[in-house]
């Protein structure tokens, strides 16, 4: 993804800036390499420095171009087995073992009435990666192979070593009943963000060239469901 968008250069002196400082990353890393998470986190903190500073946001989007990537074209295109919604959130809760296993945090993943919720507990400690990064690359699992947009609230946590989200085809759902209030830990539902993501704009600034669905997919590299997922997302912040 660094390397179709910033060059491949820029992302072999990441790569090469890292591994002075740190001897793990002067070995062949692959799809099954274990690094251990502070090392990781390092070299994503600095990734992140270099080429997405847009904060959260930022986060979000790449962990959505990382699920397309992953379950599209990269190591975990079998992963889902089956489609059907009780399987794909049995799923999506398997993965955060994929990739953390060696931190004992875990994650859960349960459908309820008003979309999946998704918890992840014992996190070691807090990091955007950890949240948001994360966040963004669940909710683009879903979006793969649901018709429908799909929004991400957080119910619960908040720079702490659990949080809880809501991923919900409604762009604003109901308060929780039961008079819970934000605070002690437990924050109200987030409506939809009003900021659009540099893909979103990417893909808008397209559509306005009048480019198809279809054509924006071959520029930017991802299928016209996600590029119809972008321009609900936009458009839905737009009002």
Known sequence: MVSRRFGSEAWRGLFRDMAMTNPGF???????????LPDFLAFHDELVRRFYPEGEDALLELGAESARWA?????????????????????????????FAETGSRSEASLSESGVEFRVRGL???HPYLEYFVIGY???VLEIHCAN????????????????????????????????????GRTRLLRARKALTARELEV?????AGKTNREIGCVLRISEK???HHVAHAYDKLG
Request: glycine share 8%; hydrophobic share 40%.
């Open 26 to 36: 002067r070995q062949p890393i692959t799809a099954s390499s274990l690094v251990p």
């Open 71 to 99: 379950l599209v074209d990269g190591p975990l295109k079998r992963f889902v087995q089956d489609p059907e919604i009780t399987s794909l959130v049995a799923t999506v809760q398997n993965l955060w073992h994929r990739y």
């Open 124 to 126: 070691p400690a807090w």
């Open 138 to 140: 669940t909710k683009e």
């Open 149 to 184: 947009p799909v929004w991400a609230h957080r119910v619960m946590g908040g720079h702490g070593t659990a949080y809880t989200y809501l991923l919900s085809t409604d762009p604003a759902p109901a308060q929780p009943r039961g008079g819970e209030h934000a605070g002690a």
């Open 204 to 208: 808008l600034r397209l559509v306005g």
């Open 226 to 228: 996600t590029v119809q």
